[in-house]
């Protein structure tokens, strides 16, 4: 008898678990979609919050805030986690623009990661503008490091693309070839087995096609999960309200010459405490205690050798895919501080005239060049992130864009921007 009542309190502690185990079965298993209605507060918290790694690498949420045309994508990288009163989010948020920032792109997001955030919601984006920020930085000899791509590219997106590409197109076979060498994602026995295939040209094996299609089921109702806890983390962190104090600081009207000159006093304003119109705080903290150190060590830099021009040419068939009209931004950096460090301003130069032919050369004509801004004081707000009159620029920028009837007639050359050869810095 005891032994009874010893077995249903085992049983009794373990009824929780056990309905929770269940639950979490059906939840993945089942037919059925449970997606989360956010409400317009909650995707407008999470467009003005480039920080949330789960609304970059997931589905849910991206996929119903780009359900909404009112909603432009832009895609960047650390540059858009830097706020000032001139953010895109915040010009935006003042003088209630027709179109809300969702920004996305964070510290190592580059555009191999950004190829796969697109491609996720492929069909929610199609036919639409997006503004893609371009970093010189990520063009370096190594590219996008792999720890960088395995944090902001999920085994998810990598499944979702796996289950349309195709096998016979030159772009499939080198992008598989390329994610071969990535650890975290050839050692995943199904993603390894179709990637196997692809670089070969041949289709993916019933077994291995199934198992591209469950998994990627099984990302989706995961993600729900995980997008219900962004969810919660975003609204604590209320980005809007620091969107809002922000634009306090901003005239009621968006006066070009008024703005103008607020810009250059509140870049004046927040980097005096050195010559090279650093942010005051960025300088003191990061920048002087290494600075001795740093003068003339980037003489030698290129950015005209990486392989993060194919990674980029990849993205730019996404978007000729999805019939997408994008504005590249093309960032100067602080050129007080990288004369010092030895960088010139042709090197900036060089990648600009580079970039843009890969660009023009294919149709992709609207781009803000912003190189030659180099020596302009205040359009960097500490060595390569937009400061206040960098972000104004962008905004003005945008804003004619937006006036633009769309336009995303391309003709893609993958034999050359896909080629060791322009990889290496050769025309």
């Known amino acids: 008898m005891n032994d009874f009542f010893a077995k249903h309190r085992i049983l009794k502690a373990l009824a929780p678990l056990v309905s929770a185990i269940i639950l979490v079965v059906l939840l993945f298993f089942s037919p059925l979609t449970l997606t989360p209605n956010y409400s317009m507060q909650q995707l407008k918290q999470f467009a003005t919050n480039p920080s949330s790694r789960v609304s970059f690498v997931g589905y849910s949420i991206k996929e119903q805030a780009f359900q909404n045309p009112n909603f432009l994508p832009i895609l960047g990288s650390s540059e858009l986690e830097h706020f000032d009163a001139f953010h895109p989010s915040v010009y935006s948020a003042k003088y209630k623009t027709a179109y809300t ?190 600075a001795a150190r740093r003068k003339g060590t980037m003489k030698k830099v290129s950015y005209l050798q990486s392989p993060e021009y194919a990674d980029f040419q990849q993205l730019l068939n996404q978007f000729a895919a999805n019939h997408d009209d994008v504005e590249f931004v093309i960032p100067p950096v602080n050129g007080a501080w990288y004369k010092y460090c030895g960088l010139s301003e042709q090197t900036l130069q060089d990648f600009s005239d580079k970039i843009t032919y890969q660009l023009q050369s294919q149709g992709f004509n609207n781009i803000l060049d912003l190189t030659s801004k180099y020596n302009e004081p205040y359009f960097i707000g500490d060595t390569i992130h937009f400061g206040t009159r960098g972000w104004l620029a962008v905004n003005q920028g945008i804003a004619q864009f937006m006036k633009k009837p769309m336009n995303a007639n391309y003709q893609m050359d993958n034999q050359k921007f896909l080629s060791k050869t322009w990889q290496m810095g050769k025309y």
């Not at 503008?129 to 371009?134: A, G, L, P, Q, Y």
């Not at 195709?166 to 390329?178: F, G, V, Y």
């Open 101 to 290: 920032p969702f920004l996305a792109g964070q510290p190592g997001t580059q555009s191999l990661s950004q190829f796969f955030y697109v491609n996720s919601v492929a069909s929610a984006l199609k036919n639409r503008k997006i503004v893609f920020i371009i970093s010189p930085q990520w063009f370096t000899p190594r590219g996008v490091q792999p720890a960088a791509l395995e944090n902001f590219v999920s085994k998810g997106e990598i499944y979702t693309w796996l289950r349309t590409a195709n096998p016979k197109d030159e772009t499939t076979q080198q992008l598989a070839q390329r994610l071969l060498g990535i650890p975290d994602f050839s050692d995943d026995i199904v993603i390894d087995s179709a990637l196997k295939s692809l670089a070969k040209g041949q289709s993916l094996n019933l077994i291995t096609d199934f198992g591209v299609s469950s998994s990627e089921q099984f990302w989706k109702k995961e993600d729900l999960l995980f997008s219900y806890f962004s969810m919660l983390q975003t609204q604590k962190a209320n980005p809007l309200k620091m969107v809002n104090q922000y634009a306090k600081q901003l005239p009621k009207s968006p006066n070009e010459k008024e703005l103008e000159n607020l810009a250059y006093q509140q870049g004046q304003a927040n980097a005096n405490n050195n010559k090279f119109g650093i942010a005051n705080q960025v300088w003191a903290k990061n920048i002087k205690p290494q």
